[in-house]
């Protein structure tokens, strides 16, 4: 379970985080019947991941909500890679509660950055917007269509969140900063890994997706050992410059 302890300052952190939005598309989820919470689509036709969203959650932003917001009482789910004699984790859990917000789960940070991932120097500059969920990244690839609007203002937001950094500057500490640049390693490791799956990316449709269920699941399009080298070079450079350590 989450048996971390938060600090008074982190407490206060998460709270702001907690009441905070990012993206200001008010009721985006009608033009679309809720697409990023069900994933429904019979163009991403999944046998074996589970129907809904994910919920994707730090463990500190984890710790606060179970505490102060609303989380089911199962266990979460943990994503892990190593650095060094570490192990960096990410909690997820299915949300599938129809676009529920509030009733079951409180909104995660995950959830209130959709469909973008900030890309942060580490300096705390957004140098740039990639698409945080991994179906939009794929589906870019592919060049397959989805039903968010939102994806398609990638400049908007960019411009937004570079002329008015007060507005995103909660993102910057570094805890959550680590997390975030993480996310951006994380990324284009995927997208280099998929890419380089000439088999898997000459297939379309259906087969595309039944194919890259199976590899996705399978931990098949991450080159791990490049994942945990990144992270170590990014962690050492958290730490020199923050004094930055990830306990
Ligand atoms: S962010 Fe996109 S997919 Fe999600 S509810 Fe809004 S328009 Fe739909
Ligand atoms: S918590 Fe809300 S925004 Fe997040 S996936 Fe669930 S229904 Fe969607």
């Known amino acids: 379970m989450n048996n971390l302890t938060l600090l008074s300052q982190e407490i206060i952190y998460w709270q702001k985080i907690f009441n905070s939005e990012f993206i200001f598309e008010t009721g985006c989820y009608k033009t679309c019947s809720s697409f990023c ?95 945080i969920s991994v179906y939009d990244v794929t589906a870019e690839i592919i060049k397959q269509k989805t039903p968010c609007y939102v994806k398609d203002l990638k400049e908007k937001y960019l411009k937004h969140w570079q002329e008015n950094p007060e507005t995103i500057s909660l993102l910057t500490e570094p805890y959550t900063l680590f997390y975030l640049m993480v996310g951006n390693i994380l990324h284009d490791n995927y997208v280099k890994t998929l890419t380089n799956n000439l088999e898997l990316i000459s297939l379309t449709g259906n087969m595309f997706w039944k194919k890259w269920e199976k590899l996705y699941l399978a931990g098949k399009l991450i080159n791990k050992a490049q994942l945990e080298h990144d992270i170590e070079i990014l962690y050492l450079e958290m730490n020199k410059k923050y004094n930055f350590v990830y306990e």
Request: glycine share 4%; charged share 30%; hydrophobic share 35%.
């Open 37 to 131: 919470c069900r994933w429904e689509s019979k163009d991403m036709p999944f046998r074996i991941i589970p129907k809904g969203g994910t919920l994707f959650y730090l463990p500190k932003e984890y710790a606060y909500i179970s505490e102060y917001g609303k989380v089911t009482e199962l266990e979460p789910f943990k994503m892990k890679a190593k650095f060094f004699d570490k192990e960096i984790t990410l909690y997820y859990k299915h949300c599938n509660d129809d676009a529920n917000c509030n009733i079951k789960f409180s909104r995660s940070l995950y959830c209130k950055l959709y469909p973008f991932l900030p890309v942060f120097d580490i300096d705390g500059n957004l140098k740039d917007i990639k698409y």
